[in-house]
């Protein structure tokens, strides 16, 4: 008699990827600027332009906006979610984490060294 599967649970790395989405390149470089220039993240990818499509307040909306990748560590994301808020146009910007279950372990290693003195500049 064979055991019912388990849901699959990814391992812990304490790696983060941020997703974000800006209106337009300028705010999505400013906020990629700050990010590293605190050290909270070690890279962020600014994606082209895309079209979105959701509903919104009971009305179907669409607008322009600019994907943002942030590559950060767990322990960071609570200053970088403040940051995007405090940098962001929208009243609920979207903020999603997504844990890095694994990866190349010299580029995991090398944001952990890009992120871990966010005091030092």
Known sequence: MSQPLQPYTAPETGYILVVTGL???????????????????????????CTSIYRWQGKMESGVEVPVFIKTVAQHYSSVERLIKSMHPYELPEIIAVPISSGLPAYLHWISGETSNPDKN
């Open 23 to 49: 209106p337009d390149k300028a705010r999505a470089v400013l906020l990629a600027h700050k990010l590293i220039e605190e050290r909270l993240a070690a890279c962020v990818n600014i994606q082209s332009e």
